[in-house]
């Protein structure tokens, strides 16, 4: 249950990330999204300390502040320099004492594990697309095309561009090939869902709110090769699909297709334990609904989805924000006792 308070009544630790190896236009853009963010709390009537994290040394940043005074707003997506440790991140916020916002340690580990979460969906009837896990040579009985290659273990769409889309054999050979050894990792082998794409975010516990769904608009592009969500389409300014690909929010869906989106993103948030938020993404096609990824401590940056998602259904991004502080109050051992 969402424990509701005066917003002056919940101070918050501003925890992310701020890696000094990163480039100039990289960290110049993650310390614009930390103001705004700020701000956005700040306009809601939270007082906000920020908390830079520059190193690994997570306990020495949060020893001058109280566990019982405050809640941790993670905004941590890992240690500089350490890989896949946003997991890392909570389980040393837990054994400190804090209440912080997003899921817990055992949901982050999973999400990075592809084939596991595969397994999970597969378990639990939630429709993904089929695929296989390649730990060396390529497989002789895969026969789907187009497929996409993408290495098993990683966020971001690491490794994710048209070169991963395979259109016969011997170009899911050479894909293969680079994940193994670009990437030092196995391979996952997806069927690709050449359909219409959505993002679902989701808010709460147990009463969980669906926010109006994102559709990625690939309507510039004929070939199915440039049809999806690559590295550069998030994260490099100028290139083709970073300028291309439109989020469209709401998305245009009949009420069948509404119904079928929210439930399918239902079922995956709750199956997969996401806390306070989280997103979905989905494929349609032929009147089904595929889980491509689940996304808990989804990105909160001013221009991403989530927030898009917000503004439609008439939440200010400092409005959803404060939501994600309020749900994770309800858990600290001070202020979720006041009702």
Known sequence: MEVRHRPADLPVLLLHNLDPLWERGALDATLDAVRQLKAALEEQGHSVVEAPVRDTDLDRILQPYSPDRLIVFNWC????GSTRSDARVAEVLEY??????????????LSWDKPSCKSVMNHYGILTPSWQLVTSEPPDDWNRFPAIVKPAFEHCSVGISREAVA?????????????????QQAALIEDFIDGREFHVTLLGNGVVEILPPAEMDYSAFDNP????????????PGSIPYESIEIR????????????????????YEVFNCRDYGRIDLRS?????????????????????????????????????SRLVHLAAARHPLFGAIS
């Open 167 to 183: 259109m016969n054999p011997d170009e899911l050979a050479s894909r293969i090939a680079f994940v193994h050894e670009e990437l």
């Open 77 to 80: 997506e890992e240690l500089p």
């Open 285 to 321: 096609v032929n009147g089904q609904m595929y889980v491509l990824d689940i996304n808990p401590n989804a990105d909160v940056s001013p221009d991403t989805s989530l927030a898009l998602a917000a503004e439609s259904a008439g939440l200010s991004y400092g409005m959803v924000a």
């Open 225 to 236: 090769r440039d049809r999806l969500c690559s590295f550069d389409s998030k994260f490099t």
């Open 249 to 268: 929010v709401p998305a245009r869906l009949n009420a069948r297709e509404q119904d079928q989106l929210k439930d399918v993103a239902m079922r995956a």
């Open 96 to 109: 400190m004492g804090f209440t912080y916002t997003g899921s817990p340690p055992e949901v982050l580990t």
